[in-house]
């Protein structure tokens, strides 16, 4: 099993960025997929989730209207679209495969926020 986070760097405050996951060695379509975030000296914290078939996203209130999870079960990848990038959106961004009975991470990708 792989979870491969890329997209991340440096990028000025306003900015955006497109972090991909790319899944292999499980059936990716049965999965639900989430990003969560670490801030430095902070806990991981969930920040958007999209169902295995893709109908349902859910997101926290500190990402509403800025960030956009979606996937594409042909390649196996989900994405995460950050726009309007504010310096608290610096962490180290991973993601996460979940079901009932199993649950993968990826060694995350950093982003940072800084003019």
């Known amino acids: 099993v792989q979870l491969v986070e890329s997209g991340g760097g440096l990028v000025q405050p306003g900015g955006s960025l497109r972090l991909s996951c790319a899944a292999s060695?499980?059936?990716?379509?049965?999965?639900?997929m989430n990003w969560y975030r670490q801030a430095p000296g902070q806990a991981r914290e969930f920040i958007a989730g999209?169902?295995?078939?893709?109908?349902?996203?859910y997101s926290t209130d500190s990402i509403k209207g800025r960030f956009l999870i979606s996937r594409d079960t042909a390649k196996n990848t989900v994405f995460l679209q950050m726009n309007s990038l504010k310096p608290d959106d610096t962490a180290v961004y991973y993601c996460?495969?979940?079901?009932?009975?199993?649950?993968?991470w990826g060694q995350g990708t950093r982003v940072t926020v800084s003019s």
């Open positions: 996460n495969a979940r079901t009932r009975t199993n649950d993968y």
């Open positions: 060695g499980f059936t990716f379509s049965r999965f639900a």
């Open positions: 999209i169902t295995s078939a893709g109908g349902s996203t």
